[in-house]
């Protein structure tokens, strides 16, 4: 299943094929799927209708679009989300026209020193599919706005670590559909793979107002700079130490009562977790939250080296411990109160509740 995930093609506004997917596998478990007008795929698990929770992960990658070919048939590029450029020299992509057509990632060669070295620029690159000219290029279907995917398949790493080109966060829908053939919950859950999270959280932003829950709960990616020449303090998570819960982001502060709740769990259940701190980047949990009135969220997330490269790396057992402890979390939402009963103090010699959050 991981495999077909992230080997299925979806860049933000293109979801369709890996949406079928997911609607597909989330049809053999939900009580109900649809795909929204914004393209989310939506699976709904009933429960005793205590409440609601949207767990959401998106389904669209980073990719390319086709800006400009040129008379010799060399295609130029523009990025959908963010696309780190020192990434990009000598990749091999997948054009998308009529077919899938094969395309490099092309560099002028090092004996060649026409340009001073300067920082690379997406102009720069160009995608080279072996067409003589501009004709032979648009012959295959491939026009301005047509769209460029890495070819980055799933690949078996050492141990229980796996890469491909989109673990984030095919790696995250992956979680939920986990997550949905063993949950139970008084709660109704809503499984949501969601489009367009790379470029702005924005189907997210239509499918929380949709849905509008009481808990929202973002699985996605998160770094592991647990590599060489990086210094302790930075280095975010680590791989193997467990899934990780945000505290914060640039896009939400975590609710610091479910990210307690949630540690709670992790600690009766013996399941490893870390702490996510992130001066950069965002998750769907940041829209979700301020959602109408407000939603309690929280992001859990899986430690990922070289995030936002062809070669987005995990650890199985990090994997497992979340779905693990979302099943969990599931099944004790019971005992989480939504809105926090606070102690009774008096007001003008009136003795009243107050209840907020
Ligand atoms: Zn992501």
Known sequence: MLKSLSN????????????????????KYADEVEIDKMGNVIGLKRGKGKGKIMLAAHMDEIGFVVSHIDKNGFIFISPVGGINVKTLISRRVIVHGNERYYGIMGSVPPHIKEKEEKELSIEDIFVDIGAKDR????????????????????????????????????????????TLKKAKSSY???????????????????????ISPDIGIAVDVTLANDIPEVKEHKRITELGKGPAITIMDRSVIGNKRLNSFIEKIAQEENIPLQR???????????????????????????????VHSTVECVDMNDVENAVKLLVKVLEKLDSFAVYQEKKTYSTYGRSRKQSYE
């Open 276 to 306: 996510n701190i992130l001066s950069r980047g965002g998750t769907d949990a940041g829209t979700i939250h301020l959602t109408k009135e407000g939603v309690i969220s929280t992001t859990l997330s899986i430690p990922t080296r070289f």
């Open 135 to 178: 004709e032979e290029v648009l012959k295959k279907g491939i026009k301005v706005g047509s769209i460029i995917t890495y070819d980055g398949d799933l690949k078996k790493l050492s141990g229980r670590r796996y890469t491909s080109k989109t673990m984030d966060d095919r790696i995250g829908v992956f979680v939920l559909m986990e």
């Open 188 to 210: 109704d859950i809503y499984f949501v793979a969601t489009v367009q999270e790379e470029v702005g959280l924005r189907g997210a932003k239509t499918s929380g107002y949709k």
């Open 8 to 27: 299925a093609v979806g860049v933000s506004g293109y979801e369709d094929e890996v949406a079928e997917l997911i609607k597909s596998e989330m049809e």
